[in-house]
Each structure stands twice: as C-alpha cells, then as structure tokens.
C-alpha cells in the first residue's frame, strides 16, 4: 500500500525575472512587473510530498523530523531572505520563475532522500500561484 506525507515550508525570497538576450522592452513586455530591475519579493509557500511504503516497525513513510530538517538545510537555508538572482548559485543563469524555483528545490532534495521514495515539490509564489513538479 503506497501512503504520502506532506511537509510544508516557508521561505522569503527576492528575485526578478529577466531574459539577458532580450531588450528591456521586451522583459518589460513579457515579464511585466516582475522584471523591475530593483527586485521584488514573494513570500513563497512550499509543500514537498514524499510517497512510498509504511515502514512496519515504527508506523511512518518517513520520520518527519528528518524530513522537516533536509528542508531546513536544502531550502531555507539556500533561499530564505536571498536574493535569488544574485546570491544563489543555480539561479546566476537560471531565470527564477515559480517554475524553475519549485524545479531546483526538487532537485536539491533528491539526491538527500532515500530511493525507495518518491518525491513531489510544490510551490505557491503567492496564495493564487503555484507550479508543481511530480518528480521524475
Ligand atoms: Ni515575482
């Protein structure tokens, strides 16, 4: 029988969504607001899913205390109060949409969690937005 358990995060970030290979109207034009050279910040609501088995001998997917941490040290670490553009690695080249923000944090845990499960990342950029990426 196959479960899923859910840890919800919270980080706040700055970014702005810019394409360096076009104009500055046609950022503008494409990205609107969001491409205001000055930054702007969202507060960003993340829900990771882990799915898999129930363990017999203690009763849980996963210990969410070790899952609560793995967050702690691949995302908010990384990302709370940053300015994503300029201060985290992958987004140097890597334009900072909900999308490619939900895609790294994905793929930042990964590699931490054991095999035998699966794992989902959603992100809300604001109460209305959100992207989700199934895994995989
Ligand atoms: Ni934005």
Redesign the pocket.
Known sequence: MRISVFRKAHFNAA?R?YNPNWSEEKNREVFGL?SNEYY?G?NYELEVKVTGEIDPETGFLINLNDLKQLIKEYVEHRYDHKNLNIEVEEFKNLNPTAENICYMIWKNLRPHLDKKYDLAVRLY?TPRNFVEFPGS
Request: hydrophobic share 15%; with cysteine; charged share 15%.
């Open positions: 970014h969504l969001c702007h969202h950029e």
